[in-house]
């Protein structure tokens, strides 16, 4: 199951998705929270005192965004002439 974990500091709102409690997918800005446990993440965010809210359904004000990598995303070429 997965779980997601919103966190809203002082000045920034991102979240964290897990799978079998460990993090799968992260925000850009917490990304080097991949691979830790949910009770790392909220206890460092306990430090930070940083606001969580954990849920196991996106949020119905969370806008849906696709990310491509190089391997979904078509070809790029530089060497083409009109």
Known sequence: MR?????????F??????????VVKAA???RYM??????????Y???????VEQTDQPSPNARKI???????SAPHRTDERR
Do not use: C, H, Y
């Open 3 to 11: 779980e997601l974990i919103q966190i809203e500091g002082e000045s």
């Open 13 to 22: 709102s991102a979240g964290v998705e897990l799978e079998n409690d460990f």
């Open 28 to 30: 850009p800005m917490l």
């Open 34 to 43: 991949l691979g830790w446990t949910s009770r790392k993440v909220l206890n």
């Open 45 to 51: 965010a306990a430090k930070r005192k940083w606001q």
């Open 66 to 72: 696709e990310i491509r990598t190089p391997k979904d």
